[in-house]
């Protein structure tokens, strides 16, 4: 059984899109999807640095576009099952046929520029925990002040909150904790901090019209699948003033006897989470268009 997964914030590179709009038909779609949003996603996936692509309202919409752009390169795909990391849930539901893409792109651009304006009413950020235990990590996390944003498991939780608090934690670091890495995000996502953007989405979320999953939908908000198109909708809402539980994803990955995982561009992250947490099950990230025959070879073995 294969699963489908797409990355969240922080996965994007400069000129990560490059090489895939040298495929067939990519650059044009691109080109559509950009006039739908107002966003020039060529220019800012291929000659945009760092510091452009980290603006929440410029990424999420250009992970998404990444992330529909290489699964379709890779032809017609049957996953048992789908599921995304943070702004890489609507890139599931568009797999699911919840949305359409081009209502996907809308969605997300939406929630970008609304996340973005939360992000500046107060200076925070995101930085990952590596090792450690959950028990012992967590009440740390709430002891200074932060949120266990992702919980991602395989010995990893992102912490959000402000840079105060996120420097508090440089300063003391939990029990077992190796490393605390700054990620490459512009706020607090998954926290209070975002109950702005809210209701901003609720209003986006409105003028759709969901359809049910046609393919097993996991969510993030607790590992749980979802089987209307209203959850899922409704879910992807909420998402953003509360906490990623991947960890309960891939639980629940291995209770629907996945084999096999293939992360959408610009994949690595899942991938890497998924060797540790999830021993025996094949994994492939799609980070250029180098890596489709491997995926599809590793896909007709495995999909059902």
Same mark, same amino acid.
């Given at each position: 059984?294969?699963?489908?997964?797409?990355?969240?914030?922080?996965?994007?590179?400069?000129?990560?899109?490059?090489?895939?709009?040298?495929?067939?038909?990519?650059?044009?779609?691109?080109?559509?999807?950009?006039?739908?949003?107002?966003?020039?996603?060529?220019?800012?996936?291929?000659?945009?640095?760092?510091?452009?692509?980290?603006?929440?309202?410029?990424?999420?919409?250009?992970?998404?576009?990444?992330?529909?752009?290489?699964?379709?390169?890779?032809?017609?795909?049957?996953?048992?099952?789908?599921?995304?990391?943070?702004?890489?849930?609507?890139?599931?539901?568009?797999?699911?046929?919840?949305?359409?893409?081009?209502?996907?792109?809308?969605?997300?651009?939406?929630?970008?520029?609304?996340?973005?304006?939360?992000?500046?009413?107060?200076?925070? *950020?995101?930085? &990952? +925990?590596?090792?450690?235990? @959950?028990?012992? $990590?967590?009440?740390? /996390?709430? =002891?200074?002040? #932060?949120?266990?944003?992702?919980?991602?498991?395989?010995?990893?939780?992102?912490?959000?909150?402000?840079?105060?608090?996120?420097?508090?934690?440089?300063?003391?670091?939990?029990?077992?904790?190796?490393?605390?890495?700054?990620?490459?995000?512009?706020?607090?996502?998954?926290?209070?901090?975002?109950?702005?953007?809210?209701?901003?989405?609720?209003?986006?979320?409105?003028?759709?019209?969901?359809?049910?999953?046609?393919?097993?939908?996991?969510?993030?908000?607790?590992?749980?699948?979802?089987?209307?198109?209203?959850?899922?909708?409704?879910?992807?809402?909420?998402?953003?003033?509360?906490?990623?539980?991947?960890?309960?994803?891939?639980?629940?990955?291995?209770?629907? *006897?996945?084999? &096999? +995982?293939?992360?959408?561009? @610009?994949?690595? $992250?899942?991938?890497? /989470?998924? =060797?540790?947490? #999830?021993?025996?099950?094949?994994?492939?990230?799609?980070?250029?268009?180098?890596?489709?025959?491997?995926?599809?070879?590793?896909?007709?073995?495995?999909?059902?």
């Amino acid at each position: 059984m294969l699963v489908l997964v797409a990355p969240g914030q922080g996965a994007q590179t400069p000129g990560f899109l490059t090489p895939w709009l040298e495929l067939p038909g990519a650059a044009d779609r691109l080109g559509t999807w950009s006039d739908a949003i107002g966003l020039d996603l060529a220019h800012y996936g291929t000659q945009a640095d760092a510091d452009a692509i980290r603006d929440t309202a410029v990424a999420q919409p250009l992970l998404v576009a990444a992330g529909l752009l290489s699964a379709s390169a890779l032809g017609e795909v049957a996953p048992g099952a789908v599921a995304g990391h943070s702004v890489g849930e609507i890139t599931a539901a568009a797999f699911a046929g919840v949305l359409d893409d081009t209502a996907a792109l809308e969605l997300v651009r939406k929630r970008g520029l609304a996340m973005a304006e939360a992000a500046a009413i107060t200076q925070t *950020g995101m930085s &990952a +925990l590596l090792g450690g235990d @959950p028990e012992a $990590t967590i009440p740390h /996390l709430e =002891k200074l002040g #932060l949120t266990p944003a992702n919980v991602n498991g395989a010995g990893q939780i992102v912490a959000a909150g402000t840079m105060e608090e996120l420097a508090a934690l440089e300063a003391d670091k939990p029990e077992g904790v190796r490393r605390v890495v700054a990620l490459k995000v512009a706020g607090a996502f998954h926290t209070h901090h975002m109950a702005p953007a809210v209701a901003s989405l609720e209003q986006a979320a409105a003028e759709l019209a969901p359809a049910d999953p046609k393919i097993t939908y996991v969510s993030n908000k607790d590992g749980q699948t979802v089987a209307t198109g209203a959850e899922v909708l409704s879910r992807l809402v909420g998402q953003v003033a509360n906490p990623v539980r991947w960890d309960l994803c891939m639980e629940t990955f291995k209770e629907l *006897g996945v084999t &096999a +995982l293939v992360e959408v561009c @610009p994949g690595g $992250t899942l991938t890497g /989470l998924a =060797k540790r947490a #999830l021993p025996g099950v094949q994994t492939l990230a799609l980070k250029t268009p180098d890596d489709l025959d491997s995926a599809r070879e590793l896909i007709a073995e495995h999909a059902g």
